[in-house]
């Protein structure tokens, strides 16, 4: 499988570049055209519903205007940063944007984010949320550290566990492994066996077959998160690929420890697929 088309979300009220860049490097480098999606809701709180009609009107007028004409900056931005270097599309829309994301993601590969602050944080109305992405959309989601502006992939970790999800996440994101110079196939146990050696083995050797070249590397750890955290560190990694996966069939509620922080970190490019 190949990218063919990457879609980038572009928040109205974040600097845009970044990503963009960000987003305009990865498509460049697997020749893959890219959608542009900015999207955000109009929105009156409850007290502002209690003018009159007239005035509600009036609020909600004024707010699609601006919405209008904020997206037709973001517009102009995202043409002048892409500038030809990729086939690009744009798309406008007017609803909130986690639910944009989601109906756009039939037509993209791969979707790019920017981090957000917290999984779940945010004004829903003018704000994505990656976590509820990468339970709905049905693609791939990448999160790009917060201000980056390009995302290498010359040394990635794959942080396995044997789930579904991370047997699913790790051939979602061979186009661009094939890319990296160095892959290292991260396990975390308090009591690695025999068992967790052959998981792991037969991961680098899925990925052997892809041409990656690729490594294991087994961290004993009483605390899941905290050793998946200093083996990633450790390895100077430029990309993490993991599965989105959690401990309870509510899992737009409650995500896995590793899960968790990996959506509330900040200044690391993730890949992730649920």
């Not at 055209?33 to 007028?61: D, E, H, K, N, W």
């Amino acid at each position: 499988m190949n990218y063919r088309t990457i879609l980038v979300n572009l928040d109205t009220d974040r600097p845009i570049k970044p990503i963009t860049n960000a987003a305009v490097d990865l498509a460049s480098q697997v020749g893959a055209r890219l959608i542009g999606l900015c999207a955000a809701q109009a929105f009156l709180s409850p007290f502002s519903m209690q003018a009159t009609s007239y005035a509600v009107t009036s609020a909600m007028q004024q707010m699609y205007k601006d919405l209008e004409d904020r997206m037709e900056q973001v517009y102009q931005e995202f043409r002048a940063v892409v500038a030809g270097r990729v086939e690009l599309e744009w798309r406008a829309e007017m609803i909130a944007p986690t639910e944009a994301i989601v109906e756009a993601a039939r037509a993209a590969d791969l979707i790019i984010m920017a981090a957000a602050e917290g999984a779940h944080s945010g004004d829903s109305y003018r704000t994505a949320d990656p976590a509820t992405v990468m339970l709905r959309a049905g693609r791939p989601v990448l999160i790009a550290g917060s201000g980056k502006n390009a995302i290498p992939v010359e040394k990635i970790v794959v942080c396995w566990k044997d789930t579904r999800e991370a047997r699913r996440a790790v051939v979602d994101a061979v186009p661009l492994i094939s890319f990296a110079k160095d892959v290292i196939v991260v396990s975390v146990s308090s009591k690695p066996d025999a068992s967790l050696r052959r998981s792991n083995a037969d991961v680098v050797s899925y990925l052997t077959r892809h041409n990656v070249k690729a490594r294991s590397h087994i961290s004993k750890s009483a605390d899941e998160t905290i050793g998946l955290l200093q083996s990633v560190d450790q390895s100077g990694a430029d990309l993490i690929v993991s599965g989105a996966y959690g401990h309870s069939r509510l899992r737009e509620l409650v995500f896995g420890g590793v899960t968790r922080f990996l959506l509330d970190e900040g200044g690391r490019n993730r890949f992730m697929s649920s």
